[in-house]
């Protein structure tokens, strides 16, 4: 890789560590990965935890793909179900004036 390469490569990057549709992905990602680790902590399916939410399958397979907006209410309805309590952090990021 060239130098302009490498100094494209960078300045993509940072872009996309700023491109808030990235971000939006990433978090989702993470969401929904820790709602599905949970569920197969305590061996819940899908169908059960639709269940619990009152709520159809294929409902609970676009939360869990990512395909739905998932609410604040959503998410705790899902986490007192799953007998978890949702935890929310922000990561400071020191290049940013407040």
Do not use: H, W
């Amino acid at each position: 890789m060239s130098g302009n390469g490498i100094s494209r490569f960078i300045s993509e990057a940072k872009e996309y560590e700023s491109n808030p549709d990235v971000q939006k992905e990433i978090l989702k990602n993470l969401v929904t990965g820790e709602i599905l680790k949970v569920m197969q902590e305590k061996s819940i399916k899908k169908a059960d935890l639709a269940r619990m939410l009152k709520t159809s399958p294929a409902n609970v397979t676009q939360i869990l793909n990512g395909n739905r907006n998932l609410t604040l209410d959503t998410l705790c309805e899902i986490a007192l179900s799953l007998g978890t309590k949702v935890q929310v952090t922000f990561a400071r990021d020191l290049n940013v004036l407040a």
